[in-house]
């Protein structure tokens, strides 16, 4: 990643700590993992200077050759929702998202938005960590009609989701991810030796 990219991480990682979206413990993740470290960017939306901050870190992989190929953006609740449709506020595209469950009620659909068939439909989420909840959503999508080849997070925790999106024929791309962050923080002097060897140790491939 060039100069500017870095400067980004470097922002980045005091924002996580400011905001204490990035707590160090033991944490069991969604997926059932064990995790010294934890990431919660739900809290980002609360704080408006930091939450400026991450959607220009999005914007900055939305380039336009990405963007261009899609006609639609689409986001992954919880957090996915509050950024997605910020950003496609910003890229002038339609939003949807998808639910976790369809509703039981009314239509009761997963999606909510409009999406026609062959639409090609960008997803975005705050962290990818096994792609799981970006499958399904993009397995969504896809029974509906739509499109997925592409999905966009702020951070890949680089344990096995571009693997897995990749298999169902989905690229991630990420701002950063999580070796470079942990890279920054003991060089900062935030974590020591022994924490950024645990937060390594987690990462597949």
């Known amino acids: 990643m060039g100069r500017k990219n870095r400067s980004g991480e470097e922002e980045l990682c005091d924002v996580l700590l400011r905001t204490g979206s990035l707590k160090f413990g033991t944490f069991k993740l969604a997926s059932g993992i064990l995790s010294p470290y934890y990431v919660d960017l739900r809290i980002i939306p609360s704080d408006p200077e930091a939450f400026r ?24 609740p919880t957090a996915g929702i509050a950024y997605g449709a910020v950003l496609a506020f910003n890229l002038s595209k339609p939003f949807l998202y998808v639910r976790k469950e369809a509703k039981e009620h009314g239509r009761e659909r997963r999606i909510e938005g409009l999406l026609q068939p062959g639409d090609k439909v960008l997803v975005l989420d705050d962290v990818a960590t096994t792609g799981k909840n970006i499958i399904e959503a993009a397995e969504t999508i896809r029974g509906e009609g739509g499109v997925v080849e592409d999905a966009v997070v702020l951070l890949d925790r680089q344990q096995g989701g571009t693997a897995n999106l990749s298999k169902i024929g989905v690229k991630l791309h990420a701002f950063t991810t999580m070796k470079r962050i942990a890279d920054r923080l ?9 924490q950024h060897k645990e937060i390594v140790g987690q990462i597949v491939g």
């Open 186 to 194: 003991m060089a900062q002097g935030t974590i020591d030796e022994s």
């Open 53 to 76: 901050r991450v959607i220009n870190y999005y914007l900055t992989v939305l380039q336009p050759n990405l963007t261009k190929r899609v006609q639609r953006l689409a986001g992954i």
